[in-house]
């Protein structure tokens, strides 16, 4: 059964970085893509940054582009999400998912794909405030 497990969140001032950490177990995640998702208080899920493993393709939401950066340690099998310049908006708490990359562009897209990612984790709490 496959595992993500998400840690590094924080409360962090208004232009402050964090990164974030995502360890994958029991499954290949060669085969697989893994994608960060966040959830502010009182809104619905956004797709925040995801890479397909094997060949690194990314995907990156319009807030994300030019602040955060995906990546990723084969030998850990963990992949990174560095946050720059935060913003009192990128409060939330932050998910990992994995599955196929097709899946995970079209649900960080359009919110669902033809079927669900295969894996979650648990969430980590990021918090911007002064």
Known sequence: QGLLVESGGGLVQPGGSLRL???ASGFD????????????????REGVSGMK?????????TSAKGRFTISKDKVKTTVYLQMNNLTHEDTGVYYCAAGGW??????????RAVRPLEYWGEGTQVTVSS
């Open 102 to 111: 097709g899946v995970m562009e079209a649900t960080m897209i359009m919110g």
């Open 29 to 44: 995640w060669d085969l697989y893509a893994i994608g960060w998702f966040r959830q502010a208080p009182g809104k619905g």
């Open 53 to 61: 493993i094997n060949d690194g393709s990314l995907y990156y939401s």
């Open 21 to 23: 950490s995502c360890t």
